[in-house]
């Protein structure tokens, strides 16, 4: 059994107010070289919601969910809050832990799937506040595996797309689902070199590294579980934010959506699945644009929910940390493909940023 003292949620962060918006967008860009007035462009979607980012307060609710789970269990494990671009500050955070005498900490990032921002810059940051703080020596702090293929991330998704076709079919009454209907599960793209080092490179993932591929397997599996007729779905992606000579992940769901009436295609299905919960580029890119060009090609659409608070979801994230608190083995533990379970500990050179390098991390083999 390993005793640990709190659990760490570990959040990206986001404004709170019209003046924070473009500081939170530095922090988010710093080092890389954006300028102004392309800071400027996405910060109208936070000013089209009043500089208020969803996150923040979906955080606020999961920390709940997951105290009144923690407690309905028996379990006393204090949950702590703290977010790598916004406050409340990692460093901040685990400087109170200390204080407090909770020196071991077991982080639950809000992100499932293995890449260098989804997984690896989250074991860097927590790295960075240790040194920052000067607690190193003093704190320690492991992190669950990536949740992408756990039943708790998986069910509230498969839950959503058959809610999505009953949806459709009253909508559209005789339609085929077979057919007339395309699932587009979509993530966040990411740069090609980035997604191509996810994973451990002696898993051979490709192209597309871990990244593309714990995506398409939890996309095959929730496809096939949502309905008893095959369904026609595809992975795609949102958000890109890099410049024109730089790859990114493709197709674009905008490009995938409008390929469709060509096909026969009457209705959409989009499915968040590469997000824990409704934060901005769901609001924005799939409740904003993609709607739109749904509508623009005559396309009637539905957007699923993603995990949020579900009980199956918070259940899910205890489960995860009550099975490094039991050290669970590998056989015992739940997983919905053959990719998985995934590593507690990750990798060597696991989720290489090739701009950046490695930087010192936590919970994972250097470098």
Not at 67 to 73: P, Q, S, Y
């Amino acid at each position: 059994m390993t005793q640990y003292d709190a659990i760490l949620l570990a959040g990206f962060g986001g404004p709170e107010g019209q003046d924070d918006v473009i500081p939170f967008l530095r922090n988010v860009t710093r080092g890389r070289g954006i300028p102004e007035e392309r800071l400027e462009e996405v910060a109208h979607h936070y000013r089209h919601y009043g500089g208020i980012s969803p996150i923040n307060s979906q955080n606020r609710a999961l920390k709940a969910a997951l105290e009144a789970e923690l407690a309905a269990r028996g379990i006393d494990l204090p949950v702590l809050w703290g977010n790598r671009n916004w406050a409340p500050y990692l460093p901040d955070v685990i400087t109170e832990a200390h204080a407090n005498g909770q020196d071991r900490l077991i982080a639950v990032a809000t992100s499932a799937y293995s890449s260098y921002s989804s997984c690896r810059q989250y074991r860097e940051d927590f790295a960075a506040a240790l040194i920052d703080t000067g607690l190193e020596r003093a704190v320690q702090i492991d992190k669950v595996r990536q949740f992408f293929d756990h039943p708790g991330f998986v069910l509230p998704f498969i839950e959503g797309v058959k809610q999505g076709l009953a949806k459709v079919v009253d909508a559209l009454p005789g339609i085929d689902l077979a057919t007339e209907v395309e699932v587009l599960f979509s993530t966040h793209s990411i740069p090609s070199t980035d997604a191509a080092l996810s994973g451990p490179a002696e898993r051979g993932f490709g192209e597309g590294g871990a990244y593309a591929a714990q995506h398409e397997a939890v996309a095959e599996v929730v496809a096939a579980a949502a309905s008893d007729q095959a369904l026609s779905w595809q992975l795609v992606y949102q958000s890109r934010s890099g410049p024109p000579s730089m790859p990114w992940l493709e197709p674009d769901i905008n490009d995938a959506i409008a390929e469709l009436p060509a096909r026969g295609i009457r209705a959409v299905v989009i499915v968040p699945l590469g997000f824990v919960s409704d934060h901005m580029e769901v609001l924005w890119d799939l409740d904003n644009e993609a709607m739109e060009t749904a509508q623009e090609h005559g396309l009637f659409a539905v957007r699923t929910p993603t995990p949020g608070t579900d009980p199956e979801y918070v259940k899910g994230l205890v489960d995860l940390v009550m099975e490094r608190v039991n050290d669970v083995p590998d056989a015992e533990r739940p997983a919905m493909t053959d990719l998985g379970p995934w590593y507690d500990v990750c990798r060597p050179g696991c989720c290489e940023n090739v701009r950046a390098g490695f930087k010192p991390a936590v919970a994972g083999m250097a470098p």
